[in-house]
């Protein structure tokens, strides 16, 4: 996400749970609309630095263009923080029109009865609803029906350090290589002496912890729920994927990164101490202006089957009245189209969410300045992301208490595997 917010932060969250039953029926104050006629729509958009500069670069340009909308933006929190803020509202029915919510928090959060139905707006949309990327798509519908609009896309891939891969003799990585390639590399370009690491992997349990595991859940044929949502659907491939994890720890070839919001894993690879990142593009900024020389490779794979997960954010509306629900939708249609969608991907580190804006020149030549960033962007053809169901929090919580287990060696695959589908099934069969 660049320097405008961690993708740690963006992560480390999922606490929508706990605040679910805060939820409201009730209406915002006021329709909005001023004694001038103009209609004034509250954004929280939860940006910091980078992101907030282009963001308000946006909206200045689409109040000139729209002079009878104007965009206030005083309220909110930054991103990490705004999804409590956003239940208290809703709670107390001072909810803002447009918010910026985490994508796996979309799902709950939609479950008021004050999140606008975007289902119709975005097929009316200039640039046809299929043509932006499936996981954009997929991650703002629930239950059939579109509950927000994409806000940022993105993709996990790994970045190599080039220098420690010629130091070690190593070859660097192709597309389509092995999982079984990954876990040898990761070996040989351990060097305790130097203190330098294979690659890295975030121990603290949260979300970070736990989406990199699920593109390998999925290339070996497994779901994170089940087609009828009662169930967990990786009991018969958990284990194998978590031994991924184990391998890495017996190797001593991983760098454990322990603490929420860290970013003690980035600061190790930018710091040429660590061979592989499995990352996103939002990375790419901070590792260039460390002077790594770098190579960027998709995700390996157990079958040759490209795989991997993208985890896109979404710009959610309220109701807060017919005229102010209007200018919202203008607000957001006119700000994800390709052009602006350019501006913002550019400015404030995020991949384009529709093939419309990816063929712009802009977004061209900023992809040929940025090595690698291409890699993340042919991703999205096959990226997937994780399931809009209100209990995927819990699920999420589960594995990452098994993926911890493994990172320090504290059971085996299977038995934290067996641990985790038993919490994991009990979370997915309570009413909601």
Same mark, same amino acid.
């Given at each position: 996400?660049?320097?405008?917010?961690?993708?740690?932060?963006?992560?480390?969250?999922?606490g929508?749970?706990?605040?679910a039953?805060?939820?409201s029926?009730c209406?915002?104050?006021g329709d909005?609309?001023?004694?001038?006629?103009?209609?004034t729509?509250?954004?929280w958009?939860?940006?910091?630095?980078?992101?907030r500069?282009?963001?308000?670069?946006?909206?200045g340009?689409?109040q000139r263009s729209?002079?009878?909308?104007?965009?206030?933006?005083?309220?909110g929190a930054?991103?990490?923080?705004?999804?409590?803020?956003?239940?208290?509202?809703?709670a107390?029915?001072?909810?803002?029109d447009?918010?910026?919510?985490?994508?796996?928090?979309?799902?709950?959060?939609?479950?008021?009865p004050?999140?606008?139905?975007?289902?119709?707006?975005?097929h009316?949309?200039?640039?046809p609803?299929?043509?932006?990327?499936?996981?954009?798509?997929?991650?703002?519908?629930?239950?059939?029906r579109?509950r927000?609009v994409?806000?940022?896309?993105d993709?996990l891939?790994?970045?190599?350090?080039?220098s420690?891969f010629?130091?070690?003799?190593?070859?660097?990585p192709?597309p389509?290589?092995?999982w079984?390639k990954?876990?040898?590399?990761?070996?040989? &370009? +351990?060097? =305790? !002496?130097?203190? $330098?690491f294979?690659?890295?992997w975030p %121990?603290?349990g949260d979300?970070?912890?736990?989406?990199?595991?699920?593109?390998?859940?999925?290339?070996l044929?497994?779901?994170?729920?089940?087609?009828?949502?009662t169930?967990?659907?990786f009991?018969?491939?958990?284990?194998?994927a978590?031994?991924?994890?184990?391998?890495l720890?017996?190797?001593?070839?991983?760098?454990?990164?322990?603490k929420?919001?860290s970013e003690?894993?980035?600061?190790?690879?930018d710091?040429g101490?660590?061979?592989?990142?499995?990352?996103?593009p939002?990375q790419?900024?901070?590792?260039q202006?460390s002077?790594?020389?770098?190579h960027v490779?998709?995700?390996p794979?157990?079958?040759?089957?490209?795989?991997?997960i993208?985890?896109p954010?979404?710009?959610?509306?309220?109701?807060?009245g017919?005229?102010r629900?209007?200018?919202a939708?203008t607000?957001?249609?006119? &700000? +994800?189209? =390709? !052009?602006?969608? $350019?501006?913002?991907?550019?400015?404030? %580190?995020s991949?384009?969410?529709s093939k419309?804006?990816e063929?712009?020149?802009?977004?061209?030549?900023n992809?040929?300045?940025?090595?690698?960033l291409?890699?993340?962007?042919d991703?999205?053809?096959?990226a997937?992301?994780?399931p809009?169901h209100?209990?995927?929090p819990?699920?999420s919580?589960?594995v990452?208490?098994a993926i911890?287990?493994?990172?320090?060696?504290?059971?085996t695959p299977?038995q934290?595997?067996?641990?985790c589908?038993?919490?994991?099934d009990?979370?997915?069969?309570i009413?909601?």
């Amino acid at each position: 996400m660049g320097a405008h917010l961690s993708r740690r932060d963006v992560l480390r969250g999922l606490g929508v749970t706990a605040l679910a039953g805060a939820i409201s029926g009730c209406a915002g104050t006021g329709d909005g609309v001023g004694p001038d006629g103009r209609v004034t729509i509250e954004l929280w958009h939860g940006q910091n630095d980078n992101g907030r500069k282009v963001i308000e670069a946006l909206i200045g340009d689409f109040q000139r263009s729209h002079p009878d909308i104007v965009v206030d933006t005083s309220g909110g929190a930054l991103a990490d923080g705004l999804l409590e803020k956003v239940m208290t509202a809703l709670a107390s029915g001072s909810h803002p029109d447009i918010a910026y919510i985490f994508g796996a928090d979309l799902p709950s959060v939609a479950r008021s009865p004050q999140v606008v139905d975007m289902t119709d707006e975005v097929h009316s949309w200039a640039v046809p609803w299929t043509d932006y990327w499936q996981p954009a798509r997929d991650a703002v519908t629930v239950n059939g029906r579109v509950r927000a609009v994409p806000a940022v896309v993105d993709t996990l891939a790994v970045v190599c350090n080039k220098s420690l891969f010629d130091q070690a003799g190593l070859e660097l990585p192709e597309p389509g290589w092995a999982w079984s390639k990954f876990l040898a590399t990761a070996k040989k &370009l +351990t060097d =305790p !002496a130097a203190g $330098v690491f294979g690659t890295g992997w975030p %121990g603290a349990g949260d979300e970070d912890t736990v989406w990199r595991l699920w593109p390998l859940v999925w290339n070996l044929g497994g779901e994170i729920i089940d087609s009828d949502g009662t169930g967990i659907g990786f009991r018969q491939v958990g284990a194998r994927a978590l031994g991924v994890v184990r391998q890495l720890a017996s190797d001593r070839s991983v760098y454990i990164d322990p603490k929420t919001g860290s970013e003690q894993m980035y600061q190790v690879f930018d710091a040429g101490r660590m061979g592989m990142l499995l990352t996103g593009p939002w990375q790419l900024p901070d590792i260039q202006q460390s002077g790594v020389d770098y190579h960027v490779v998709p995700m390996p794979t157990f079958d040759g089957r490209p795989a991997t997960i993208s985890g896109p954010d979404a710009w959610t509306l309220f109701d807060n009245g017919p005229a102010r629900v209007r200018a919202a939708r203008t607000f957001v249609r006119w &700000l +994800t189209q =390709p !052009a602006q969608d $350019v501006r913002w991907d550019v400015g404030a %580190g995020s991949l384009p969410l529709s093939k419309d804006a990816e063929n712009l020149k802009e977004w061209k030549d900023n992809s040929a300045q940025s090595e690698g960033l291409s890699i993340f962007v042919d991703a999205l053809a096959s990226a997937r992301v994780r399931p809009a169901h209100p209990a995927y929090p819990q699920v999420s919580q589960a594995v990452g208490t098994a993926i911890v287990s493994m990172l320090l060696g504290r059971s085996t695959p299977a038995q934290a595997m067996a641990a985790c589908a038993d919490e994991a099934d009990a979370a997915l069969i309570i009413p909601r």
